[in-house]
């Protein structure tokens, strides 16, 4: 097979390294890639956004799989314009993928199928007296969230009454642009987080270890929201008998909802979760993997991906689950820790062009696996930072602490004066 990853971020180096290691794949092609994915493979300089490139781009090397990574694309509905060519996509159609696109009809679906998720109300334009008194009405802290796609950074959480009417101001008058023309307003919920990925064709669900991602900038879980500065997997907080609470009482019933009303939900599904004390809530739906948990994933998975991920896209798992649970070889998994370092100024302004070393020695630890996102080269063929995140420094241990100190060894080596990350990743399960 040769399959074709859209996309150019960790999420998609871990896909692509992931997928390679198939006995099935004789290829793994990416687009746009990064200067890691094109160690695995040749690299096309096209934007996953982009529909028309895209398709130009599959008549000519037709590939047997399209893995779309980022949610962009999704939302564009290149999956759609791609299976109306008649190739096979893992990924959902842009109708499914408003799960992410939209909080509002997120919750809309939550609520119409029974799914247990915060309370909330939605505003628009127009509608900032609304909005405060709905947030009087509440306790804080108070969570404000744009509607649409922001790059994971579209939440807000605050502690006080006054920030949170100034932030659903700045929201609605344009801070995330059209993300934040509309806006959802939910009460806080008290627990423990966990992302749960689910790979589905609509009907038959195969369900991946839980893993934990950490949102905030800096250590002790402060400072602004972010795309996720490190994961760990599994997460313990999400035992056998709350996992079973998930999928009886939220993945069921949002896959049997989105088929019924319509809306299929083929490719990964992740939920991310609330552990509250009367069980899991729903956070958000996003329609891919998240990043920094896909690499994490990736890593710990000791059996082969690519069937499943065929299956999702090619209504195949439906009734054959334990059997792609095996090839997945899911009672295997390998405790799995990343470290995300990202550009000094992230997730605002920061400089570029900064030459990283020390990457191939980093990789030389046992254990250790680099994936890259914001990156490329320069003239000279050094490695340097391009964008926010940059790096995911991710390992693999006999158990959860071992894989925290060789992702640590890991960021250790890397000689990248302007990066900065967590050293606190893990905390929970470390007890620091």
């Given amino acids: 097979m040769n399959i074709l990853i859209l996309g150019s971020g960790g999420r998609e180096h871990a896909l692509a390294w992931k997928i390679a290691q198939s006995p099935l794949v004789d290829q793994v092609m990416c687009a746009p890639g990064n200067p890691g994915m094109d160690e695995i493979g040749p690299c096309f300089d096209v934007n996953p956004t982009d529909i028309g490139e895209v398709v130009k781009l599959v008549l000519q090397i037709e590939p047997d799989l399209i893995v779309i990574g980022p949610e962009a694309p999704l939302a564009a509905g290149v999956s759609d314009v791609l299976r109306a060519r008649g190739f096979d996509v893992f990924g959902p159609s842009q109708a499914a993928a408003q799960l992410e696109s939209s909080k509002a009809f997120s919750k809309e679906r939550m609520v119409k199928y029974g799914v247990p998720t915060a309370a909330y109300r939605n505003f628009g334009e127009g509608e900032e007296a609304a909005a405060e008194a709905f947030l009087e009405t509440l306790t804080a802290p108070y969570v404000l969230k744009a509607d649409g796609l922001a790059s994971g950074k579209g939440v807000s959480i605050l502690d006080t009454l006054e920030e949170a009417k100034a932030e659903a101001r700045n929201m609605l008058g344009g801070k995330f642009g059209d993300a934040s023309a509309n806006l959802v307003i939910e009460e806080f919920m008290a627990g423990e987080e ?175 696996e680099i994936f890259q996102a914001g990156t490329d080269r320069n003239g000279n063929g050094d490695l340097i930072n391009t964008g926010g995140r940059v790096l995911a420094v991710t390992a693999i241990g006999d158990t959860l602490e071992a894989a925290f100190q060789r992702a640590y060894l890991g960021v250790d080596v890397i000689d990248w004066p302007g990066g900065i990350f967590r050293r606190d990743i893990g905390w929970r399960v470390r007890g620091t």
């Fill in 194 to 368: 966990a992302s749960l990925f689910v790979i589905t064709d609509g009907e038959g669900a195969v369900y991946l270890p839980a893993a934990q991602d950490h949102k905030r900038l800096g250590d002790g879980d402060t400072g602004p929201n972010t795309g996720g500065m490190g994961a760990y997997a599994p997460a313990p907080v999400l035992t056998d008998t709350l996992l079973a609470q998930a999928r009886r009482e939220i993945v069921e019933p949002m896959l049997a909802g989105m088929a019924a009303d319509d809306m299929p939900y083929q490719g990964v599904l992740y939920v991310g979760l609330m552990i509250t004390e009367t069980g899991p809530k729903v956070v958000e739906f996003n329609a891919r993997f998240g990043d920094p948990e896909c690499q994490a994933l990736m890593a710990g998975l000791t059996g082969d991906i690519v069937p499943a991920l065929l299956a999702a896209a090619t209504h195949g798992l439906a009734g054959n689950e334990a059997a792609f649970e095996a090839l997945l070889d899911l009672r295997h998994f390998r405790p799995t820790a990343t470290v995300i370092m990202a550009s000094k100024g992230y997730p605002y302004k920061y400089d570029k062009g900064e030459v990283i070393a020390g990457v191939g020695a980093a990789r030389k630890i046992e254990g250790v």
